[in-house]
């Protein structure tokens, strides 16, 4: 099985070709396709037709799944498979609308953040020809990489609150659908998870490529640990600029058959909430358990 891997004019978002993800995989290809991931922490296949268990099949090539902690919008039948839609059947939410129109990684308020995720789209939303809904990368390894040495010796050892009620303070004022059906299903899920604060290092180490990753959320961090606020509100807003520089982004747009994986260790995501119904959008996320703790 022959692969090729066409770079993009970014750190991140390769697209890996010459592969059907729903057929066999032999051992060879698929470590080609892992170590794409590793390097790159972004890639993507086009033209894939993924059922459910297809994905999960896939998906567990990799190791162990997490389930989304908010399991009303996991698949029914398939609960590994995320739901992200705006599609509402019968007056309720069928996946989560507005998952993620911020800067983050996945699952962050969680002791041991996952490896990575893997997203298929099933419907895209198109106005005059054009798909809506991109999704924005940003790759946290670049961003390190380009630090002054002096920044990076400031950060080395330095970790930082993450906060669940900053971010539900920060998603009332900037989400824009907070008050349609949708939003508030999503918002009042979020509240169920309850306040808390977990500590995270502002630098990881991945795993497997060895790379320095910067590690933070747009929105979410309250404070860093031995700084006092003054300083550590600066230095966030300098670490929140710094990591989405152009030179470090890739947008991708969406098609129909399209799989994207990312690295939640190297990287940071944002979803583009330009369109709403009848423009309808469905999208099956599975998640990759971090087995190796970075």
Same mark, same amino acid.
């Given at each position: 099985m022959a692969i090729e891997i066409v770079e993009a004019d970014a750190p991140l978002g390769h697209e890996i070709r010459g592969i059907d993800l729903a057929g066999e995989i032999d051992p060879a290809s698929f470590a080609e396709i892992e170590a794409a991931y590793d390097r790159y922490g972004v890639v993507v296949f086009r033209g894939q037709a993924l059922s459910p268990e297809r994905q999960i099949a896939f998906s567990r090539r990799f190791g162990p799944l997490d389930r989304y902690v908010l399991e009303r919008y =996991? &698949?029914?039948?398939?609960? $590994?498979?995320?739901?992200?839609?705006?599609?509402? $059947?019968?007056? $309720?939410?069928i996946g989560m609308a507005d998952a993620g129109r911020y800067? &983050? %990684?996945?699952?962050? !308020? *969680?002791? =041991?953040?996952?490896? /990575?995720?893997?997203?298929?789209?099933?419907?895209?939303?198109?106005?005059d020809g054009e798909p809506l809904g991109d999704t924005w990368f940003a790759? *946290?390894? @670049?961003?390190?990489? @380009? !630090?002054?040495?002096?920044?990076?010796?400031?950060?080395?050892? !330095? *970790?930082?609150?993450?906060? %669940?009620?900053?971010? !539900?303070?920060?998603?009332?004022? %900037? =989400?824009? +659908?907070? +008050?349609?059906?949708? /939003?508030? @299903?999503?918002? %009042? @899920?979020?509240?169920?998870? /309850?306040? /808390? +604060?977990? $500590?995270h290092p502002l630098v990881r180490v991945h795993p497997r490529s060895g790379r320095r990753c910067l590690y933070l959320c747009e929105g979410v961090i309250s404070r860093v640990v031995g700084l006092d606020q003054a300083a550590s509100d600066e230095l966030v807003a300098f670490l929140e600029r710094h990591v989405v520089r152009p030179e470090f982004v890739y947008r991708h747009r969406w098609q129909v058959g399209d799989v994207v994986m990312w690295d939640n260790r190297s990287c940071l995501h944002k979803a583009t909430g330009d369109f709403e119904l009848p423009l309808r959008r469905l999208m099956h996320r599975t998640t990759l358990a971090n087995a190796a703790a970075a």
């Open positions: =996991n &698949h029914r039948d398939w609960p $590994e498979v995320f739901v992200i839609s705006n599609i509402v $059947e019968k007056g $309720e939410p800067w &983050h %990684t996945d699952m962050w !308020l *969680t002791r =041991n953040p996952p490896r /990575g995720s893997i997203l298929h789209a099933l419907e895209v939303p198109v106005r790759s *946290t390894a @670049a961003a390190y990489d @380009a !630090l002054s040495d002096e920044m990076k010796r400031r950060l080395d050892g !330095l *970790t930082a609150v993450f906060s %669940t009620d900053r971010y !539900l303070a920060f998603r009332a004022r %900037t =989400n824009k +659908d907070i +008050d349609k059906p949708s /939003g508030r @299903a999503s918002q %009042t @899920a979020l509240q169920q998870l /309850g306040s /808390g +604060d977990i $500590e």
